[in-house]
Structures are given as C-alpha cells and as structure tokens.
T-cell receptor, first 117, second 118 residues
Framework: NAGVMQNPRHLVRRRGQEARLRCSPM?????VYWYRQLPEEGLKFMVY????????ESGMPKERFSAEFPKEGPSILRIQQVVRGDSAAYFC???????????????FGAGSRLTVL | AQKITQTQPGMFVQEKEAVTLDCTYD???????LFWYKQPSSGEMIFLIY??????QNATEGRYSLNFQKARKSANLVISASQLGDSAMYFC???????????????FGKGMKLTVNP
C-alpha cells in the first residue's frame, strides 16, 4: 500500500532552468495538494487540485509556477526560470475526501528538495 | 499577526519522560481544526493528532494527547513516555472554517525541534 510518492527526491537546477516535480497520490485519493517549505520555516499552502481541475491556487506565486493533475498520470508542479529563492522542499499531499471541515487528514509525501545554483 | 505560534526553538527530554510542546493560534473563525505533524530527519511529514474547535474532549492518539484550551487559544501537544524515535521537528497547523472549494488549506507554525536523550 504505497503512500504518496514524490520524485525526484532531490533536484538541482541552475538559475533560469525549469524544474518539474511529480506526485502520485495514494491509491484511492483524488485530491492533491502542494505545499512549500522554505529553510527554517513551516509548510505553506500553494495549490489544491482534483483530476483535471485546479480548485484553489491562492498560494501559488503569480508567475513562473504552475500545477496540473491530469486524468492519467501524476500531478506535476512546474517552476519555470528558477531563481535562488525557489530553493525549498516541495511537499505533495493527498486525501480521499474533499476537505475544509472535520478531521480530513492529509497524507504527505517525503518531499522534493529543489536547490537552485 | 502570526496565525500559529510555536515559541520553543528546541527542547530536550529524557527517554521515558513526558514532554509538552506549545502551540498558540489566532483566529476569529468559530469553526477551525488543529493538527500536529512530526517531521523526522528523513523529511516526511507524519500526521499525529487532530482537534476540532467544537470537540468537547481533548484528542488522544496513543502516546499523544492534545491539551486544548480554547479560551487561551492554545493547543499543546503532550507526548507521554518519550522514545528515542520521537526526536524530530514538530509542527502545529490550523485549518480555518470553510475554505475555497473544500481545500485543506493548512497554516503551519515554524516548528520546534525535540531531542530525546537516552
């Protein structure tokens, strides 16, 4: 019973390159979230997706960041033209239910650590 | 103002002793949820315990319990009988009321590091 799978675990990019982070939710989970953790900080919400739909992107930077969760395949967080400030751990989480109330618990992946040189 | 405050930068505890990790929160919404997550050195986020704002009883999960003091807006995590494997970062998080599209939009504190000594 695999949990939330994220890859790559570590990614190094030079400034200006693109970073693609992938997330496969737990089996049976159709709700996917991306969070970002800067060094010495807690996690910050970025985006919430269901299959083929972005539901809440209120935490996404306005430029260079995009996310998708296609009908088939993993969810992708894409960062174009990376800058040093993008260096962080990016966590994906999934849940079986729509959240917003009650003890709907997110299951997190192990994170993808992006380093921008 | 910070929504979630964890003021303890780090704590040390002896194995088998109990330890309390502090968390205060700030919200004007009457409906909210409070979560604690553990992040060991390997990096993953592990859910520990949940408390709803309308729950009458303090939440408990095995060796974890939540000391929920609503009037003081605090949700301290108590770990009984500490084990070496409890050494990790601990994060308190809150979900406020109804969210856009049913989103699990959690607000996390900065965390605190617990070290359990043998």
């Amino acid at each position: 019973n695999a949990g939330v799978m994220q890859n790559p675990r570590h990614l190094v990019r030079r400034r200006g390159q693109e970073a693609r982070l992938r997330c496969s939710p737990m089996k049976g989970h159709s709700h996917v979230y991306w969070y970002r953790q800067l060094p010495e900080e807690g996690l910050k919400f970025m985006v919430y997706l269901q299959k083929e739909n972005i539901i809440d992107e209120s935490g996404m930077p306005k430029e260079r960041f995009s996310a998708e969760f296609p009908k088939e395949g993993p969810s992708i967080l894409r960062i174009q033209q990376v800058v040093r400030g993008d260096s962080a751990a990016y966590f994906c989480a999934s849940s079986p239910l729509q959240g917003g109330s009650g003890a709907n618990v997110l299951t997190f992946g192990a994170g993808s650590r992006l380093t921008v040189l | 103002a910070q929504k979630i405050t964890q003021t303890q930068p780090g704590m040390f505890v002896q194995e088998k002793e109990a330890v309390t990790l502090d968390c205060t929160y700030d919200t004007s919404d009457p409906s909210y949820g409070l979560f604690w997550y553990k992040q060991p050195s390997s990096g993953e986020m592990i859910f520990l315990i949940y408390q709803g704002s309308y729950d009458q009883q303090n939440a408990t999960e095995g060796r974890y319990s939540l000391n929920f003091q609503k009037a003081r807006k605090s949700a301290n995590l108590v770990i009984s009988a500490s084990q070496l494997g409890d050494s990790a970062m601990y994060f308190c998080a809150m979900r406020e009321g109804k969210t856009q599209g049913g989103s699990e939009k959690l607000v996390f504190g900065k965390g605190m590091k617990l070290t359990v000594n043998p």
